[in-house]
């Protein structure tokens, strides 16, 4: 019996520092190497993307926000008007009739500017957090952005021109526009208004 309770206690005793050792290891050690490698190698996506004007940060450029009016560039639809705390596409295939109702209601909104509408014009993201457009759709709002900013057409498409990114990695991916980014510049070319 005492050779017994003697076993259980040693492999209760090793049970513990097995625990404690991969407490630390696991617990504390991984997770700050973690951090760390993202503060140094990744320091951009580690601290949120953040864009800043004005020495203020005014968002991310990975989560999209919701702009109104004329002067301003439009992403693409979002199932939850860019709430962050509540990132969903509709989920809803492109047979079902609310879907179609949705992006003919979408495409007739867009029928008076000039051009074929692209389908992210049409179309909501998976997360409803999309920052990006394509430049086909930047360049569709063009007129009526440099029409309600009072700047040259020829101004708008250098900007978008400017601010359009390649393919991720060179081939994946398609061209994309970030529509914060497009705005902030837009901004300072219009001279602050």
Known sequence: MATSSLTIGRQTLA???LFLVLT????VLYPA???GVGR???????TGSRIHSGGKVVGSSLIGQQFSGPTWFHGRPSATDYAGNSSAGSNLPATDHRQQAAVAAREKALASLPGTVPPDALTMSASGLDPDISPAYAKLQAPGVATARGITLARVDALIHAATT???AGFLGEPKVNVLQLNLSLLQAAGGR
């Open 33 to 35: 190497a973690v951090w």
């Open 24 to 27: 630390v290891l696991l617990g």
């Open 15 to 17: 049970a513990l520092r």
């Open 166 to 168: 390649g393919r991720d």
């Open 40 to 46: 140094v190698a990744f320091h951009d996506q580690a």
